[in-house]
């Protein structure tokens, strides 16, 4: 089941908030580990397409906990603005322990201002998300014993 992307564009006016994701947070604080406490790797693989069909590009990469988490990527097609991001889907899938996401989406920026042809280049993604071990629930404590030979 494709679940569709959302597709940030520049002049929709982002938030301050993701303003700051897009600028590049510290990266201690953009780590996978800080994100997303609960996982344990996420594995990448992007493939950017144009309208015939012809690749532009294909990423593939996998990021630990201590490496920096990137959920958007440039439109690499001819519209020179587009950003797609897939934070979104991410977030709800780590909420879920959703171990795949698979997705596509088309950069609908115009390729130049005021034409009305638009970019096209589509992003098929697919995203593993390995989860760290729910924690073991404890044992429960042993019943306590009946005092024995306790004085009458
Ligand atoms: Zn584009």
Redesign the pocket.
């Known amino acids: 089941m494709a679940q569709s992307f959302r597709k940030r564009r520049r002049q929709a006016g982002p938030s301050k908030n993701e303003l700051k994701v897009m600028r590049g947070r510290p990266e201690r604080q953009n780590t996978l580990r800080s994100r997303f406490p609960q996982v344990a790797r996420v594995s990448l693989a992007l493939r950017f397409t144009g309208e015939r069909g012809q690749v532009f590009d294909e990423v593939r990469r996998v990021v630990q906990p201590d490496e920096g988490l990137d959920l958007a990527a440039a439109?690499p097609?001819?519209?020179g603005v587009?950003n797609f991001s897939f934070e979104a889907l991410v977030t709800e899938a780590v909420a879920v322990r959703k171990n795949l996401i698979e997705s596509s989406a088309v950069?609908a920026?115009p390729l130049a201002p005021g034409l009305p042809q638009t970019?096209g280049?589509t992003l098929n993604c697919r995203v593993d998300i390995e989860f760290q071990p729910e924690p073991a629930t404890p044992p429960p404590p042993p019943p306590s014993a009946p005092a024995e030979g306790s004085p009458a």
Do not use: A, L, P
Request: net charge neutral; aromatic share 0%.
């Open positions: 439109c097609g001819r519209c587009g950069c920026e970019c280049c």
